[in-house]
């Protein structure tokens, strides 16, 4: 059985083509991917992030707790801010990637993916501190992210002289009707826009005046095919594709979410020792150089006839009209610019190392 | 969602119309509306012998690849280039412009396995 968001009726109603993910029956699409994927660039759209999973911390050690359950450095979060960071196992492969904010000193709030929060719980729950509370609020909140060009116009039309647009990575936490809303400045598209929480009874109402105040904009429910789409345009990574528990932050390429000198945590070992001996294998982007079918994940990667690596995420990208992707390959080849291969069905088709993200704002 | 009555249908959503022997072959309008913005179709080589029922084609749309099969047993005769330059033709006009392939059909008087619009209809409906 399936679990459903508190807007899979409105999905439904609204007409979406709904599939499976991670466990969730989840919209793919409304009207069509590249359609959504366009508001975003060019406007705004609206996806149910609500399957996310939330998790609260608190008590007087949950700042030094964790700094050591998690990559980036805790201390360097003001209230109001947030962070992305991983969580590692002991031998620095990522279990997942998420967003830390501060919400006063000494009291933060988690936000995870929907597959991850069970194992992400019980992770943290076995790595747990005394004076510091615990507590997975996932259920308990829907989440819907707003995103495109013209989200901070679809902003100031709900909150205009009332409150200030928190900036990059703050979030805002307020009272509507007297429910907690949490609105950060955050997303997954490479476009300005925000990612609203509230209480799961507000979603169908929340989603409606969003749609309804974003009409003006010309504002698109999105689902997760799109999502998909701009989010591998600006290379960022999909746990479960681009990030394992075999793959480190290091190989990922994201190590400026690491602070290997802020003292000790799960999995600092196991990167120190891997930045010394040379990381042997690097995620990096690619772009497809001539016409080919888009390139998809398990491909293989082929350098002078030898297979040296597989795609981890693969699509046509709307915007560059080209195939794109990113693969794990060994740091010897990937060097920018580099022409590797991608198997496509037993046929091999040529594709560039290319700097990230793949799609800039011209 | 559109089913001409003057083309023959298979049950894995391909289309053909047949004229002097020669079948041109698509997808059906409900095929094209499943898997959604076609981003990029492969075709079969000119002259190709399929056999009936062979996957000889394949569209991709932004999430998947899709294998087209052949309809009946024949030989590729021509292939839609306007359609290679132009993949999102296929949604816009399955029937039309957006057509697929064209097979000089081995025998065009004893297709087997093919249904009629009505047949189609009850099977998609």
Same mark, same amino acid.
């Given at each position: 059985m399936l679990k459903t968001t508190p807007l899979h009726p409105e999905h439904q109603r609204l007409g979406a083509r709904l599939i499976e993910f991670g466990g969730w029956d989840m919209p793919v699409q409304y009207s069509s991917i590249l359609d959504e994927h366009q508001a975003v660039r060019t406007s705004i759209g609206a996806f149910d992030i609500s399957h996310m999973g939330q998790f609260s911390v608190s008590g007087p050690k949950a700042t030094a707790w964790l700094n050591r359950v &998690?990559?980036?450095?805790? *201390?360097? +979060?003001?209230?109001g801010t947030g962070q992305y960071t991983f969580l590692l196992n002991a031998s620095g492969g990522v279990i997942d990637d998420l967003i830390i904010y501060c919400l006063a000193e000494n009291r933060y709030w988690l936000v995870v993916n929907a597959s991850k929060i069970e194992e992400d719980y019980e992770w943290m729950s076995r790595h747990l501190d005394e004076g510091v509370e615990f507590t997975n *609020? !996932?259920?308990?909140h829907a989440g819907i992210a707003v995103q495109g060009p013209k989200s901070s116009q679809l902003f100031e039309a709900f909150f205009g002289g009332r409150y200030s647009r928190p900036s990059h990575n703050e979030i805002l936490v307020i009272e509507i009707d007297g429910y907690k809303y949490f609105i950060a400045r $955050?997303?997954? $598209?490479? *476009?300005d826009g925000f990612e609203v929480f509230c209480p799961a009874g507000r979603a169908v109402k929340s989603w409606n005046d969003i749609l309804a105040r974003g009409a003006q904009f010309g504002i698109k429910p999105c689902g997760l095919g799109s999502r998909d789409t701009l989010r591998l345009e600006m290379c960022y990574p999909l746990n479960g594709s681009d990030l394992s528990p075999t793959r480190t932050p290091l190989e990922a390429g +994201? !190590?400026?979410?690491?602070? &290997?000198?802020k003292g000790d945590f799960i999995g600092r070992e196991a990167l120190q020792e891997q930045k010394a001996a040379g990381i042997p294998t690097r995620l990096v982007p690619f772009k497809m150089k001539?016409? !080919?079918?888009p390139p998809r994940s398990h491909y293989g990667v082929w350098k002078d006839g030898v297979q040296i690596g597989e795609v981890s995420s693969g699509t046509q990208s709307p915007s560059l009209g080209t195939g794109i992707g990113m693969a794990y390959i060994p740091a010897s080849h990937a060097k920018l610019g580099e022409e590797i291969e991608i198997d496509i069905r037993g046929r091999r088709f040529p594709a560039i190392i290319e700097r990230k993200p793949l799609y800039k704002k011209s | 969602m559109n089913i001409p009555d003057n083309l023959l249908y298979t049950e894995t959503h391909e289309w053909l119309r047949i004229e002097d022997g020669i079948a041109t072959v698509g997808i059906t309008d409900h095929a094209q509306e499943e898997l959604s913005d076609v981003v990029f179709v492969e075709m079969p080589e000119i002259s190709r012998e399929l056999k009936p029922g062979e996957a000889c084609a394949v569209v991709e749309s932004v999430k998947a690849a899709s294998d087209i099969y052949a309809p009946a047993a024949g030989k590729v005769v021509a292939i839609n280039e306007e359609l290679v330059s132009n993949p999102a033709l296929l949604n816009s006009d399955p029937y039309g412009t957006g057509w697929l392939f064209k097979i000089q059909l081995v025998n065009a008087e004893e297709i087997s396995g093919v249904k009629s619009a009505a047949d189609y209809a009850e099977q998609v409906g």
């Open positions: &998690l990559t980036n450095n805790v *201390e360097r +979060l003001q209230p *609020e !996932s259920g308990d $955050t997303g997954y $598209t490479g *476009e +994201l !190590s400026i979410f690491v602070d &290997l000198n001539d016409k !080919s079918p | -």
